[in-house]
C-alpha cells in the first residue's frame, strides 16, 4: 500500500488502508506492505489499528531503511519503529552499489554491508521477519 499511495493526489485515511487490506487479504494477497512507520505516523497508527481485525493469509510488513552510519540498531529510530510497528515482517532498504555505499553513506563497502547484516540481525532479534 505504501507504493500505491506515493502518487499525487493520493492519501489514504486510516479506514481507507484498513478496508484495503482487509481486501487484499481476502483475494490472496501474502504479504501487505502496510508503510513506514518512521516516517509517517499515519503507518503506525494502521499497525496499531490491524491489530483489532484477523487477517485470513496475508501477513503485515513494515517498511523502512538499514541503520544508518555511526548508530547501532538499537538506538536507530527507524529500525526501532519497525520493532515498534508489531507486525511479522519488515522490509528493509539499503545500498547494493558500492558507488551509493561511498558516494551517498559515506562509508566503505564493508561498512556499508555490516549496517545491513546488523539490520537483519537485530529485526530477527525482536522475531521480526
Not at 526501532?80 to 558516494?103: C, M, Q, Y
Request: charged share 30%; aromatic share 10%; proline share 3%.
Amino acid at each position: 500500500m505504501r507504493d500505491g499511495a506515493q502518487g499525487a493526489n493520493v492519501s489514504f485515511a486510516l479506514q481507507d488502508k484498513i478496508r484495503i487490506a482487509l481486501k487484499l487479504d481476502e483475494v490472496g494477497v501474502d504479504y501487505i506492505e502496510g508503510g513506514w512507520p518512521y516516517s509517517n505516523p499515519k503507518d503506525l497508527d494502521f499497525f496499531k489499528a490491524m491489530k483489532e481485525y484477523s487477517l485470513g493469509r496475508a501477513k503485515l510488513a513494515a517498511f523502512g531503511s538499514t541503520t544508518r552510519r555511526g548508530v547501532r540498531p538499537e538506538r536507530d529510530e527507524s529500525l526501532n519503529s519497525l520493532v515498534d510497528a508489531d507486525v511479522p515482517v519488515a522490509v528493509i532498504f539499503g545500498k547494493s552499489w558500492t558507488l551509493h555505499a561511498r558516494e551517498v553513506l559515506g562509508v566503505t563497502w564493508e561498512e556499508n554491508l555490516a549496517m545491513i547484516a546488523e539490520s537483519v540481525e537485530y529485526l530477527r532479534g525482536h522475531g521480526v521477519r
